[in-house]
């Protein structure tokens, strides 16, 4: 998988590559005296740069949304570390303290995973939740509340669950290889209208042409960084995690 600078900067050379072929075409259908009307021509490549920019926002909405996604799933996770946190000061001794601690360091890996030790970051998780479910599983045996039990057991749940879903949503859920190929198929296009249109109005190239690559590219690396969780500059916030994290400092036992 390209880099994301990578990514903007065979944007621009495709895009810049795919006008100065447009205009190449022109020049030649020119010399064969083949001129196009200004106003149809200028009329299709304004309908080819609209369906271009739909396809840039619909792809954009769709990481946008999942964007959303992750923050909440970020928060609700949060939540339910607190909540479990909480509620296992209700358990009896033995659990109790080593349930708190495994949160604790639940918290801690959470908050410290990145794009290069995620796997490492998603096998200790998973395997806190083992030690976790085991030291639930020795409730049974402790004379105690079913209440108390039973709402300490849906916390638990409901973190396991929540692991789940902050791993489908942000690193299975990514925009799929035909919704690319269409984007950057509809970027050539449009780029190869419009450097026929400039070449048909008798100019080798447009002074603005590469303002325009460069937004459409800056556009695309956007949709990119949002699609690419960690990796770039937009990402979503971990401070509900780290709120917690102090809380369960503050109370540790």
């Known amino acids: 998988m390209l880099p994301l600078w990578a990514v903007f900067v065979l944007t621009m050379a495709i895009c810049m590559g795919a006008v100065e072929a447009g205009a190449v075409l022109a020049g ?14 200028g009329s299709l ?3 080819v740069l609209g369906l271009l920019a739909f396809i840039l926002a619909f792809t954009f909405g769709m990481t946008a949304s999942r964007f959303d996604a992750r923050k909440q799933l970020v ?23 080593e349930v708190r601690r495994l949160l604790r360091e639940y918290a801690d890996i959470r908050l410290n995973g990145t794009i290069e030790n995620v796997r490492e970051v998603l096998t200790k998780s998973e395997e806190i939740h083992g030690h976790l479910w085991s030291q639930t599983k020795l409730l049974a045996a402790e004379e105690m509340d079913s209440e108390i ?7 638990l749940n409901e973190l396991i669950e929540l692991h789940q879903s902050r791993v489908t949503t942000g690193l299975q859920y990514r925009i ?28 080798r190239r447009l002074r603005g042409t590469p303002v325009l690559t460069g937004s459409f590219a800056l556009v695309i690396l956007m949709i990119a960084d949002i699609d690419r969780p960690g990796e770039g500059l937009i990402r979503v916030s971990q401070q509900p995690i780290a709120d917690v994290q102090r809380m369960m400092l503050r109370n540790s036992p």
């Open 75 to 97: 928060l609700q996770e949060a939540n339910a570390i607190g909540t479990t946190y909480l509620r296992a000061e209700l358990l009896p001794p033995p659990q109790r303290f």
């Open 28 to 41: 030649m259908a020119m010399r064969h005296r083949e001129k196009e009307p200004d106003a149809p021509l």
């Open 45 to 47: 490549v304004g309908a």
């Open 176 to 203: 799929p290889a035909t919704v690319w190929m269409a984007v950057y198929l509809l970027s050539v296009l449009s780029m190869l209208a419009v450097g026929y249109q400039v070449g048909m109005s008798g100019m």
């Open 149 to 155: 039990r039973s709402l300490f057991i849906a916390s």
